[in-house]
Antibody, heavy 121, light 108 residues
Framework: QVQLQESGPGLVKPSETLSLTCTVS????????WSWIRQPPGRGLEWIAY???????KYNPSLKSRVTISVDTSRNQFSLKLTSVTAADTAVYYC???????????????WGQGTLVTVSS | SYGLTQPPSVSVSPGQTARITCSGD??????TYWYQQKPGQAPVLMMY???ARPSGIPERFSGSSSGTTVTLTISGVQAEDEADYYC???????????FGGGTKLTVL
């Protein structure tokens, strides 16, 4: 069974960089896309970005200038960096497998439990 | 920017049929995916490629598509189906992905 676990600071100061890592167990990164998705408290889901295991990426245009997603297949991890954060970036951040694999698009079928990141001084 | 539109809320009595819609200009070209999220939990994939059910999802959940609107139908709604439901799709070029605003399903 594939499992994902987010890790990183739960508190980030305004203007600083939010950094999160997702560790995947029970399966390989190979042949899959891997996503970051966030959810501000009491609000809906927002897609941030995805990365293919080989390193190709797609970003949400509204966040593209501040976001970098990367993958480390040797550690079975992928990561998110969001620069110049503000209070508006306070959210539960989820990592997830998908939205597809080398065979096509199948949605985000496995999710981490999510980690709350608060932006505050 | 591209967006998907869902009704904020849907209410049904147990045993009835709930229909949750998702509208978007690119939906005739792009598949839609549906997620169920209960309070304090991560979303769960309920439907992919408009109408395909992942393993383990009850048969009472079904999906359909017509033009710019896709519909998640829950037949014989049960109390445990009360949750937020989100649709997801890509823009017309497949460049980026979006979620709908979410629909809160209340089982009366």
């Amino acid at each position: 069974q594939v499992q994902l676990q987010e890790s990183g600071p739960g508190l980030v100061k305004p203007s600083e960089t939010l950094s999160l890592t997702c560790t995947v167990s029970g399966g390989s990164l190979r042949s899959y896309y891997w996503s970051w998705i966030r959810q501000p408290p009491g609000r809906g889901l927002e897609w941030i970005a995805y990365i293919y295991y080989s390193g190709s990426t797609k970003y949400n245009p509204s966040l593209k200038s501040r976001v970098t997603i990367s993958v480390d297949t040797s550690r079975n991890q992928f990561s998110l960096k969001l620069t110049s954060v503000t209070a508006a970036d306070t959210a539960v951040y989820y990592c997830a497998r998908g939205p597809g694999n080398s065979s096509g698009w199948y949605g985000n079928d496995y999710w981490g439990q999510g980690t709350l990141v608060t932006v505050s001084s | 920017s591209y967006g998907l539109t869902q009704p904020p809320s849907v209410s049904v009595s147990p045993g009835q049929t709930a229909r949750i819609t998702c509208s978007g200009d690119a939906l005739p070209k792009q598949y839609t995916y549906w997620y169920q999220q209960k309070p304090g939990q991560a979303p769960v994939l309920m439907m992919y490629k408009d109408s395909a059910r992942p393993s383990g999802i009850p048969e009472r959940f079904s999906g359909s598509s017509s033009g710019t609107t896709v519909t998640l139908t829950i037949s014989g709604v049960q109390a445990e189906d009360e949750a937020d439901y989100y649709c997801q799709s890509a823009d017309s070029s497949g460049t980026y992905w979006v979620f709908g605003g979410g629909t809160k399903l209340t089982v009366l």
